[in-house]
C-alpha cells in the first residue's frame, strides 16, 4: 500500500478493504461516494469484473457497506450505486442498517444500440442514505435547478391569494440527465466506466459543507476526490489500480512525477491530429509563404 497526501487530500493505492480497516477512522468522514466494480464483465487495466458467482459478488459487497457505515459520521451521507439487477439486493441489505431517504435514477442517452431483443438499460440507480433521517447535511440552495413550469411556461399559480407566478427554481427530483462521459469530452480520462464531473458535484455540493471530508473507496479516475477540491472539501480516495492511481496524483496535483515519469494525461487520437495540422501551419509566415518543405508524415520524426 502507497499513501500520497497534499492539501487534504490523501490517495491510497492499495486494497479497500485493508485502508478502511487500517487507515479510515471509523465516525470519521461526512460523504462518501461508493461506484463500485458491477459484476458484469468490464476489463479494468486487467482486473475483471466478474465474481464466480453472484452469491460472492454480494457477501463481497455486504462486506465493505458494513465497513463504510462505520466510517460515516453520525450526520454522514452514503451514496451508492451498482448495476440495475444488484441494486434490490443492496437496498434490501440497506434497509436494516442506514436510513435510504432517495432512490435516484442516473439517466443517460446512448449513441450506439443498448439491445435488440428487449429493452436495453439506459440508466444506473444510487441510492442516497443518511444515518440519522433527522440531522444531516443537505444544502438545497446549492444545486437548485430550472422549474420549467415557472420559468419557461411563465404559468400563473391560482390556488394561492392572490395569484403569484410558479417558482422559477426547484430542487432536483431523482431522476438525473446527465451525459455519460465520452472520449472526446475534456474531463475524459482513459477508463470503462468514468463517472461525470456534474454527477459528483451535484452530490457533493448537496451533501456536505466547505471542509468537509469525502470518500470514494474505489476511486477510478478520482472525480469524487477532485470535484471535492474544486469545492474546498478535504478528500480520501482509495485505488487498487496503479495507473488509475497516476491519474488521480495528476489530477489532484499531488505529484507532477511518479517513478520517474512524468504524469501527463495522456493525447487522445483526435488531440494528435489537431497537435500535427498546426504544426503544419506553423510552418508558413502569417502572409501563406512557405518557410520550409515539409508534410505531416515527417513531423515528429
Same mark, same amino acid.
Given at each position: 500500500?502507497? @499513501?500520497?497526501?497534499?492539501?487534504?487530500?490523501?490517495?491510497? *493505492?492499495?486494497? #479497500?478493504?485493508?485502508?478502511?480497516?487500517?487507515?479510515?477512522?471509523?465516525?470519521?468522514?461526512?460523504? %462518501?461516494? @461508493?461506484?463500485?466494480?458491477?459484476?458484469?464483465?468490464?476489463?479494468?487495466?486487467?482486473?475483471?469484473?466478474?465474481?464466480?458467482?453472484?452469491?460472492?459478488?454480494?457477501?463481497?459487497?455486504?462486506?465493505?457497506?458494513?465497513?463504510?457505515?462505520?466510517?460515516?459520521?453520525?450526520?454522514?451521507?452514503?451514496?451508492?450505486?451498482?448495476?440495475?439487477?444488484?441494486?434490490?439486493?443492496?437496498?434490501?441489505?440497506?434497509?436494516? +442498517?442506514?436510513?435510504?431517504?432517495? +432512490? =435516484?435514477?442516473?439517466?443517460?442517452?446512448?449513441?450506439?444500440?443498448?439491445?435488440?431483443?428487449?429493452?436495453?438499460?439506459?440508466?444506473?440507480? %444510487?441510492?442516497?442514505?443518511?444515518?440519522?433521517?433527522? &440531522?444531516?447535511?443537505? *444544502?438545497?440552495?446549492?444545486?437548485?435547478? !430550472? #422549474?420549467?413550469?415557472?420559468?419557461? $411556461?411563465?404559468? =400563473?399559480?391560482?390556488?394561492? &391569494? /392572490?395569484?403569484? /407566478?410558479?417558482?422559477?427554481?426547484?430542487?432536483?427530483?431523482?431522476?438525473?440527465?446527465?451525459?455519460?462521459?465520452?472520449? $472526446?469530452?475534456?474531463?475524459?480520462?482513459?477508463?470503462?466506466?468514468?463517472?461525470?464531473? #456534474?454527477?459528483?458535484?451535484?452530490?457533493?455540493?448537496?451533501?456536505? &459543507? @466547505?471542509?468537509?471530508?469525502?470518500? !470514494?473507496?474505489?476511486?477510478?479516475?478520482?472525480?469524487?476526490?477532485?470535484? #471535492?477540491?474544486?469545492?474546498?472539501?478535504?478528500?480520501?480516495? =482509495?485505488?487498487?489500480?496503479?495507473?488509475?492511481?497516476?491519474?488521480?496524483? +495528476? $489530477?489532484?496535483?499531488?505529484?507532477?512525477?511518479?517513478?520517474?515519469?512524468?504524469?501527463?494525461?495522456?493525447? +487522445?487520437?483526435?488531440?494528435?491530429?489537431?497537435?500535427?495540422?498546426?504544426?503544419?501551419?506553423?510552418?508558413?509566415?502569417?502572409?501563406?509563404?512557405?518557410?520550409?518543405?515539409?508534410?505531416?508524415?515527417?513531423?515528429?520524426?
Amino acid at each position: 500500500m502507497q @499513501v500520497f497526501k497534499k492539501d487534504g487530500h490523501t490517495i491510497y *493505492n492499495g486494497d #479497500a478493504f485493508e485502508v478502511l480497516l487500517n487507515e479510515i477512522d471509523d465516525n470519521s468522514i461526512d460523504l %462518501i461516494f @461508493v461506484d463500485p466494480p458491477y459484476n458484469i464483465g468490464k476489463d479494468f487495466n486487467g482486473r475483471k469484473d466478474k465474481w464466480a458467482t453472484d452469491k460472492e459478488y454480494l457477501e463481497w459487497s455486504y462486506s465493505w457497506i458494513d465497513l463504510l457505515i462505520k466510517k460515516l459520521k453520525s450526520d454522514g451521507s452514503l451514496y451508492i450505486m451498482t448495476s440495475t439487477q444488484f441494486m434490490p439486493f443492496f437496498d434490501i441489505y440497506l434497509q436494516s +442498517r442506514i436510513n435510504i431517504l432517495s +432512490r =435516484i435514477i442516473w439517466s443517460y442517452d446512448s449513441s450506439g444500440v443498448q439491445a435488440k431483443n428487449y429493452f436495453g438499460s439506459m440508466y444506473e440507480p %444510487i441510492l442516497f442514505c443518511v444515518k440519522d433521517k433527522s &440531522n444531516y447535511t443537505f *444544502n438545497s440552495k446549492d444545486i437548485l435547478v !430550472d #422549474a420549467k413550469t415557472g420559468s419557461k $411556461r411563465k404559468l =400563473i399559480d391560482y390556488r394561492k &391569494n /392572490p395569484p403569484q /407566478p410558479y417558482s422559477t427554481e426547484k430542487v432536483p427530483g431523482n431522476v438525473w440527465d446527465f451525459p455519460r462521459v465520452r472520449y $472526446r469530452m475534456p474531463e475524459y480520462e482513459k477508463h470503462p466506466t468514468q463517472k461525470p464531473i #456534474a454527477l459528483l458535484e451535484r452530490i457533493i455540493k448537496a451533501s456536505t &459543507n @466547505v471542509g468537509g471530508v469525502v470518500l !470514494d473507496p474505489f476511486s477510478g479516475t478520482f472525480t469524487t476526490s477532485f470535484v #471535492a477540491k474544486t469545492l474546498n472539501r478535504k478528500s480520501i480516495g =482509495i485505488e487498487i489500480d496503479e495507473d488509475y492511481t497516476k491519474i488521480g496524483l +495528476r $489530477r489532484l496535483s499531488i505529484l507532477k512525477e511518479y517513478n520517474g515519469e512524468k504524469l501527463e494525461k495522456e493525447i +487522445r487520437t483526435f488531440e494528435t491530429k489537431k497537435i500535427i495540422e498546426q504544426q503544419t501551419l506553423a510552418l508558413f509566415e502569417p502572409d501563406g509563404t512557405q518557410l520550409y518543405k515539409t508534410n505531416q508524415a515527417s513531423i515528429g520524426k
